[in-house]
């Protein structure tokens, strides 16, 4: 009798370990799975601000070009590069609801996310 409750209780010491190395490894695959997540937005994010950079860049150029047609290229040239200071100042001032909360909310949803409990 003894040495079956022992038995018993070793089976279940084992299946214990068992459970939590298995616990551990899913701990591991989400964190890996919400890091790569954050990574790739991140990536993607970098890759939009550059191209976005380009754009602006070129349709700076195309504005000079056509304010040159109306004004002296001095002018013209300082009228460009005021529309594109106050872009950027009007992004300044509203980074927190344009880029700031949209983050937030994103790493937040990648890192609490619920995840459904699995049926068994």
């Known amino acids: 009798m003894k040495s079956d409750f022992t038995a018993q209780v070793k089976a279940l010491f084992q299946?214990?370990?068992r459970y939590l190395t298995l616990q551990i490894d899913v701990a591991r695959f989400s964190l890996a799975e919400r890091i790569t997540l954050l990574l790739g937005g991140l990536a993607i994010g970098?890759?939009?601000?550059m191209a976005?950079?380009?754009l602006?860049?070129?349709l700076a150029f195309t504005a000079r070009d056509l304010f040159r047609t109306l004004m002296s290229p001095?002018?013209?040239n300082l009228c460009v590069a005021g529309c594109v200071v106050l872009i950027f100042a009007i992004i300044f001032m509203?980074?927190?609801?344009?880029i700031l909360n949209p983050i937030s909310r994103l790493v937040s949803k990648i890192i609490f996310r619920n995840e459904p409990e699995s049926k068994h």
Request: charged share 15%.
């Open 52 to 54: 976005g950079s380009i």
């Open 15 to 17: 299946l214990a370990k």
């Open 46 to 49: 970098l890759i939009g601000v």
């Open 94 to 98: 509203l980074r927190k609801p344009l």
């Open 74 to 76: 001095a002018l013209a």
């Open 56 to 58: 602006v860049l070129f």
